[in-house]
């Protein structure tokens, strides 16, 4: 189990394409929205019917916004299910790809497609810039999980006993005996082992404090590219 411990790096290189899932998705699904109908010149003719164009964003934005959040939260909390039920939901990859936070983060990368495509006029230009702008909030919170965690680690204390044999950083079977607590760090100290880990309940705490932050900017976003398509006169 070692080799899955917290910082190994099998679990780094596993983590890392989950965590970019949904701001390249986001952002592909987002950046096309407008910035296909500027790029071709399609807009004069879109924008030109009985439906205003502020109503055809909002429509569009509605139904697309709709398929995001059913995506997921709905398939992805599927497909984490299994690997919820062997591991503690509070590594990076579990984290990151269940939960709200992952809908909130994909919104998150959908609106900034959105607003890109909107100022650069440009597919392809505009999924780069979304996703290196989704960057930003998601390495926030990377690090408000991992090192720097908010609220802050528990600790406990053990007592040795026969030489604590089999103590380690796993968060499988972790040495505070609950499972689903993330034991990041396991130390000697005398008699005892100082074991600093995240309880298994602060899962829903960090996915409200982490989806908070990506979803400001899902709701941000959009409304601007609203505001400035309905100011647009050519």
């Not at 030109?48 to 569009?60: G, N």
């Not at 497909?79 to 939960?99: A, H, I, K, Y």
């Not at 780069?128 to 998601?138: C, D, G, S």
Request: proline share 7%; charged share 10%.
């Amino acid at each position: 189990m070692d080799k899955f411990a917290h910082g190994s790096p099998i679990l780094a290189l596993i983590n890392v394409p989950l965590t970019a899932i949904p701001g390249m998705l986001g952002a592909v699904v987002g950046a096309p929205l407008l910035g296909r109908e500027l790029e071709r010149g399609t807009w004069r003719l879109a924008w030109s019917q009985t439906v205003p164009r502020t109503r055809w964003l909002v429509t569009k934005l509605s139904l697309v916004t709709g398929g995001l959040v059913v995506f997921g939260a709905a398939v992805m909390g599927w497909l984490n299910e299994p690997v919820d039920r062997v591991t503690s939901r509070l590594q990076l990859g579990p984290f990151t790809s269940g939960g709200p936070t992952f809908t909130a983060s994909l919104l998150c990368a959908f609106g900034l497609g959105v607003l890109a495509g909107l100022l650069l006029r440009n597919t392809i230009g505009a999924m780069v810039t979304a996703y290196v702008a989704w960057e930003i909030p998601a390495t926030v919170a990377i690090l408000m999980t991992d090192p720097i965690h908010i609220p802050g680690p528990a600790v406990m204390r053990i007592v040795c006993q026969a030489g604590c044999p089999g103590a380690s950083a796993s968060a499988v079977l972790p040495v505070t005996g609950h499972l689903g607590d993330y034991v990041l760090s396991v130390e000697r100290s005398g008699g005892e082992l100082v074991v600093t880990y995240l309880p298994a309940s602060r899962f829903w705490t960090e996915q409200l404090i982490q989806g908070g932050l990506f979803l400001a900017i899902a709701v941000i976003t959009p409304g601007e590219a609203i505001w400035l398509l309905h100011r647009r006169t050519s």
